[in-house]
């Protein structure tokens, strides 16, 4: 989701002051990164200019997970991000989105050439001919919800108000496609409400159903949960509205999840979006033919935000080339909240990072991206 801008220009709630605690690691020897960078690393985002109050990342290799934070889950108490603290994933959700969508795939419910005028009734003309595949990849020209009027409108006037997935789409129902479908990438977080709306048209199952029976239980996320309310259990870590020379705004239940749904309502924890990363590469959802569709990569499709390294996109799945290696996966931005969530190709490694603001701009973006290559790197190393 990529909202924050369109809820900056509204009043938010009352400012708070923050006081930010850093735990940095000795330093590291010479070579690849290793843990103790990715510490620094952490550290010196939350001490930037409009930097987050708190990140955290974890590492997954060899059997064992290293849990690396700085700052505050809340800049109202003492106490960095745990990662059993539940988070907004944001647009990471669409990875979950994929693993549905591939794994009935895989179980002959729809195919990936299968048109949206194949399965549903209803939608725009214009879009008849746009396909599944299309739209996992963000090759589809479907216009991007999140730019209408429509939810800037609903941000404004009812932030916390349920929005049922018929009214995402009749935001965007007279707006032409921004392109021909399959002539090139652009990202949009309306292909995901559709291919989640197919996946329940085949199955006659809502998609909350759909993502306990395939993903939530067999990859046993006993901490992860698909909401239509603002609220987030407890413990969370707060999500903030930070920028240079102003207090940090707690918006961690200014916007309701549901206008997000399938592209971005999911809520989660570091440890529980770790262990889906690794299940979501290691074929848990799916086989390794559905694997190989997914991993047919569309250069210059970025993730939003980009992820380290040179970025491609696959379906539901980026792909992230750093110096130290390749890695998998997703990122996300909500308001207050910015992921990445990768896996190397056999999911056995993974590595995630959360920080309690949304996706940053110019510096301290290139910074969140060198930090998270970094991570990529501890990982291989």
């Not at 647009?91 to 794994?103: P, R």
Request: hydrophobic share 40%.
């Amino acid at each position: 989701m990529r909202n924050d801008a369109r809820i900056r220009a509204f009043r938010l709630p009352s400012p708070l002051i923050v006081v930010v605690a850093v735990a940095v690691l000795p330093a590291a020897a010479e070579g690849a990164p290793s843990p103790s960078d990715v510490q620094r690393g952490l550290a010196s985002l939350v001490a930037s200019k409009g930097g987050p109050p708190g990140a955290i990342a974890t590492l997954r290799r060899g059997g064992r997970t290293i849990v690396l934070s700085a700052g505050r889950a809340d800049i109202k108490r003492r106490g960095a991000p745990r990662s059993s603290d539940h988070m907004r994933i944001a647009s990471v959700a669409k990875a979950f989105n994929g693993a549905v969508a591939l794994h009935l795939y895989r179980r002959g419910r729809f195919g990936l050439d299968d048109s949206i005028g194949q399965h549903l009734a209803g939608m725009p003309p214009a879009w008849g001919a746009v396909t599944v595949r299309q739209m996992l990849n963000h090759t589809s020209g479907l216009p991007d919800y999140t730019k209408s009027d429509g939810f800037a409108e609903q941000v404004k006037a009812n932030p916390r108000g349920y929005v049922p997935p018929a009214q995402v789409i009749d935001w965007v129902r007279s707006e032409p496609l921004v392109f021909a479908p399959g002539s090139r990438y652009e990202y949009s977080n309306t292909d995901n409400i559709v291919v989640a709306l197919i996946a329940e048209a085949v199955t006659g199952k809502s998609y909350r159903q759909l993502l306990d029976e395939i993903v939530f239980g067999p990859a046993k996320l006993g901490k992860t949960s698909f909401p239509s309310r603002a609220a987030l259990p407890r413990p969370f870590i707060h999500g903030y509205l930070v920028a240079p020379g102003q207090r940090p705004e707690d918006v961690s239940t200014f916007l309701s999840p549901s206008g997000a749904w399938a592209s971005g309502a999911i809520v989660s924890t570091p440890a529980d979006l770790n262990a889906f990363i690794r299940s979501y590469l290691g074929l848990r959802f799916f086989g390794r033919n559905e694997q190989r569709a997914q991993m047919r990569f569309v250069a210059g499709g970025k993730s939003s935000p980009p992820g380290p390294g040179r970025n491609s996109a696959g379906l539901a799945l980026f792909r992230y080339e750093t110096r130290c290696g390749t890695v998998f996966g997703h990122t996300g931005n909500f308001p207050g909240y910015v992921q990445f969530a990768a896996a190397t190709a056999n999911g056995r490694r993974a590595v995630t990072t959360s920080l309690n603001i949304p996706t940053p701009t110019g510096r301290l973006l290139a910074k969140l991206r060198r930090v998270q290559a970094a991570a990529v790197c501890a990982l291989l190393k």
